[in-house]
């Protein structure tokens, strides 16, 4: 008998930790709070296309500290699944697996792309 074969989703949704948000309203007012948002979103932009461009590169070596950055800045507005997508390159990393690198690289891009265009949409909906 064969083994069943894994089915992996790409449509994995973008999910966000509201209380982190609140929180940032809370400690800088609203207006604030939605400059540092939206000053994230710019860093975490430029983070996900470093982090390609490294990637298509193949100098994986160089991943450390992007991605260290990706998780603050991503954590810092509540990203919560872009966070663990990041935190996953950086464990795949430390395991020297090429394979595990690669899925976890390429499921960061998808999710650091959902994500953005999820709070864009959120902050289309706010007004």
């Known amino acids: 008998m064969k083994p069943p074969v894994a089915i992996l989703r790409l449509d994995e949704p973008a999910r966000f930790n509201p209380d982190q948000l609140e929180k940032l309203c809370t400690e800088l007012g609203e207006v604030r709070a939605e400059s540092e948002v939206a000053d994230a979103l710019g860093v975490i932009g430029k983070l996900l296309q470093d982090v390609e461009n490294l990637d298509q590169g193949q100098h994986p070596h160089g991943l450390g500290q992007p991605v260290r950055h990706l ?30 690198l690669s899925a976890t690289l390429a499921r960061l891009q998808r999710v650091g792309e959902r994500s953005i265009l999820a709070i864009w949409d959120l902050e289309d909906l706010s007004g």
Do not use: F
């Open 71 to 100: 998780i603050a800045a991503s954590d810092r507005i509540g990203m919560a699944t872009l966070a663990r997508a990041a935190r996953n390159v950086e464990m795949a990393q430390a395991s020297g697996d090429a394979v595990a």
